[in-house]
Structure formats: C-alpha cells, structure tokens
C-alpha cells in the first residue's frame, strides 16, 4: 500500500512539473540565457556575444567575428507566479544593424546596435527616481546590448560618441 502512495506522489510531481513547463510557469535563469537563445535561435557558437540582465530584463547581440552578421534575443522575466526569464522576442533589423534599437517594455529598457554610429556614452538621468543617474560606457565600434531599469516617467536616455555629440535613437518599439 505505501508503495502505491509514493508512486502516485511521483506521478503527480511529475504531472506538476510538466505543466509548470506546458503553462510557461518556468523559465530560464539568469545565467542559462545566453545558452538558451543560442539552442533555440540556431547561433553559431563561434560568435561572440553582448549581453546585460537587469532583474526583469535581458537582452542579448549575438554577432560574427566580422560585424557582418548579427541576430538579438530579448527576455523577461515577467511579473506574478512564474520563475525565470521567458523569450520575448529576437531576429535581427536594420534599426540595430545601422543604428540604435530601443525596445521598451515599461519597467525596462534594451539598448541594442552593431554600433555603426560609435556610441561611446550612455546616460540615464531621472530627476525623481532613486537611481539618480547611470552612466554606461561603450566602445566605440563595438556592438553592445545593454538592459536599463526605468526607475520613474521622469528618466531619460542621452547617448553620446566620444566627442560628446549627442546620437539619436533610430528605432524605438514599447511594448507591455
């Protein structure tokens, strides 16, 4: 009879633990991201890779050794009763390909460039927030993708090349 029990209890875990996986209850830690968006995107694992995770955002640039080719992958870790970050988006455009993307989703910000415009600089200043300001530093050339919290309405994002002219963002997509 015990025996019977603790078969049932192993069914019923497993049972619990597929529809955690069948419901999207369970995503991908933080530091599993990276592999993931390789496994699942088909990313060649000679190319290198930029990425930032913030707590509810990652965002990752995956590209070749040329700078010829590059795909993105944007998670979130999304808010209530779900573990892990979940795939929300990824490919590749020319907003990234020839300037800056912006991807928003409310909470958090994705910054993402093959960097054609030499980004050196890029600072996010809220005059009410608790984060005060933030400062990124870039390579100039180098591809970067970086997550941004966004701490109130008030913030904003000035991006800057090393001789401190001011650089536009070309695309921007927000999201909820």
């Not at 019923?12 to 209850?25: E, M, P, Y």
């Not at 930029?50 to 990652?58: A, E, H, Q, R």
């Not at 984060?131 to 008030?154: C, L, N, R, W």
Request: charged share 20%.
């Amino acid at each position: 009879m015990k025996k019977v029990y603790v078969i049932f209890a192993v069914f019923l875990l497993l049972l619990g633990i597929s529809a955690c996986f069948r419901f999207s209850i369970i995503g991908v830690n933080r530091d599993g991201l990276e592999r993931d968006a390789r496994k699942y995107q088909k990313i060649d694992g000679s190319w290198q890779v930029s990425k930032s995770v913030t707590d509810n955002l990652g965002a990752l640039l995956f590209y070749d050794k040329h700078l010829n080719d590059f795909t993105y992958s944007i998670y979130l870790n999304r808010k209530g009763f779900s573990f892990g970050y979940f795939f929300r988006s990824g490919g590749s455009t020319s907003g990234i390909s020839n300037g800056i993307r912006a991807f928003n989703y409310g909470s958090s910000m994705a910054l993402i460039s093959m960097n054609k415009v030499n980004v050196a600089r890029i600072e996010c200043v809220s005059e009410t927030g608790p984060m005060q300001e933030a400062v990124h530093m870039i390579e100039p050339g180098e591809p970067f993708a970086i997550a941004i919290p966004v701490t109130d309405d008030s913030m904003t994002v000035k991006i800057y090349d090393q001789n401190g002219n001011e650089i536009p963002i070309t695309e921007i997509s927000s999201y909820d």
